[in-house]
Nanobody
Framework: QLQLVESGGGLVQAGGSLRLSCVAS????????MGWFRQAPGAEREFVAA?????????YADSVKGRFTISRDNAAKNTVYLQMTSLKPEDTAVYYC?????????????????WGQGTQVTVSS
């Protein structure tokens, strides 16, 4: 089992920034591709960003390209980050970290086997 714990969410004004963290434990972290997804009230869970096991490949939803950056620290912290800048009210959602036991990234939620509990991000206008 791989356990994932997110942190870093909160309330921020539009135009502000937040950095989400997701700490993994229980398995060899660098054999997993990682992703961030989000779910707003009444909406489906949607893909935000993903990163390959090595960190050499990333992908983003069109809605966050140029504003969000995903990265990972395999060496010491077993952590994946989501740096969010120029936040908009429409970014308000619960953000989930996810892991899949593959090296390549995926944009599809069912292809991820492990999920964190989520962290709330609220952007006020």
């Amino acid at each position: 089992q791989l356990q994932l714990v997110e942190s870093g969410g909160g309330l921020v004004q539009a135009g502000g920034s937040l950095r989400l963290s997701c700490v993994a434990s229980g398995r060899i972290f660098n054999s997993y591709a990682m992703g961030w997804f989000r779910q707003a009230p009444g909406a489906e869970r949607e893909f935000v960003a993903a990163i390959s096991w090595s960190g050499g490949s990333t992908d983003y939803a069109d809605s966050v390209k140029g504003r969000f950056t995903i990265s990972r620290d395999n060496a010491a912290k077993n952590t994946v980050y989501l740096q969010m800048t120029s936040l908009k009210p429409e970014d308000t959602a619960v953000y989930y970290c996810a892991a899949r036991p593959r090296r390549a990234i995926s944009l599809v939620a069912p292809e991820y086997d492990y999920w964190g509990q989520g962290t709330q991000v609220t952007v006020s206008s």
